[in-house]
């Protein structure tokens, strides 16, 4: 549904312009000055209803427009006919523009009607924080290692991709985000992601539940895995997932990054045994690679090395074709 809450006219540049505008999680303190910026600069202004109230106090004198749920093909055609008829738009988007928001849809939009960057409308794209990383900043630092996001909204992706996504990003331990968890009609995608990340983390795995980061009704819930699914957990919800060495101290979820496989931080902070500041780890890929050819020479075989690591044995193969005398000595000169 199109609302125009306030008139203005065409604006006198005839080159329109699409600025595609991540507004961060919801408070004005988070949003950039660019964003900001562009949304002054705009005559007209297009978002979700939710996103449009977030940032109503900077629309005096704006066409605005207000889309639903599923609209987002519309918002990006309006955005498109608007900028074709000389105007500058801001289509605004909570979080980031770029992740699970509007700059997708809006080129899939822009290249269908035969746009290009060279010949069609300018396209800005303005980056903004994404709930994940407003969300760790709430609960402390649990993305200070690896980490990935997953969305468990099945409305435009198949549920067995999504699974398998979680599956495998369960098995390889990475700090997960899940976006879109839990709605009124989707309401078993959690519980089965709850159930394939079970089957490789201990249910005693730290979980964070964040609830409209930064905005109004903002709530925030330390949980478990294993008790993750009996929280409350909506559409605008965050859910953190730690990793095997993520802990909770003192309401504060960390994840470490490694420091203490390779430094003392009890004592002068000195390196440990065995390794060297500013090179790669003993058991980095050169020092691992020279034990797998030990390994592999006193006959260890191929099956139980991909089992022992929790690798592809093709892999495996790959990496044991390089002689080991090469290899022996990179790790050597990287400890040196």
Not at 151 to 158: F, H, K, N, V
Not at 164 to 191: C, H, M, W
Request: hydrophobic share 40%; charged share 20%; proline share 5%.
């Amino acid at each position: 549904m199109t609302e125009i809450v306030s008139e203005v006219p065409v604006a006198t540049d005839p080159q329109g312009k699409i600025m595609l505008v991540g507004i961060g999680p919801g408070s004005f303190a988070q949003m950039t000055h660019r964003a900001v910026a562009a949304i002054a600069e705009a005559d007209v202004v297009i978002g979700y209803v939710t996103y449009i109230k977030l940032v109503a106090d900077l629309l005096k004198g704006k066409e605005v427009i207000r889309k639903g749920m599923t609209e987002e093909l519309d918002r990006a055609v309006h955005a498109l006919e608007s900028a074709q008829a000389g105007k500058k738009v801001a289509l605004i988007s909570s979080g980031d523009a770029g992740v699970y928001g509007m700059a997708g849809p809006t080129y899939e939009v822009l290249f269908q009607a035969g746009w290009t960057p060279d010949s069609g409308v300018p396209v800005e794209i303005v980056p903004g924080t994404s709930a994940i990383n407003a969300c760790a900043s709430l609960v402390g630092a649990p993305l200070t290692h690896d980490f990935c996001t997953i969305s468990l909204s099945d409305l435009l992706t198949p549920w067995p991709v999504i699974a398998r996504r979680l599956e495998a990003a369960a098995a390889a331990d990475f700090v997960v985000a899940l976006y879109n968890p839990k709605s009124g009609r989707r309401t078993q995608q959690i519980e089965q992601a709850q159930f394939l990340f079970l089957r490789h983390r201990s249910p005693q795995t730290p979980v964070a539940v964040v609830k409209s980061a930064y905005r109004r009704r903002q709530a925030i819930e330390f949980t478990t895995l294993g008790k993750m699914s009996d929280c409350d957990i909506g559409m605008l919800s965050t859910v953190l997932i730690g990793n095997s060495n993520t802990y909770v101290r003192d309401g504060l979820m960390i994840t470490p990054r490694g420091y203490a496989n390779k430094y003392d931080l009890q004592g002068d902070g000195a390196a440990r045994d065995g390794e060297k500041r500013g090179r790669s780890l003993s058991t980095g890929l050169l020092g691992w690679t020279a034990n797998l050819h030990a390994d592999y020479a006193e006959g260890i075989s191929l099956a139980e090395l991909a089992q022992r690591h929790q690798l592809p044995t093709d892999y495996l193969e790959l990496v044991l074709k390089t002689p080991p005398e090469e290899e022996l000595s990179g790790f050597e000169e990287a400890q040196a």
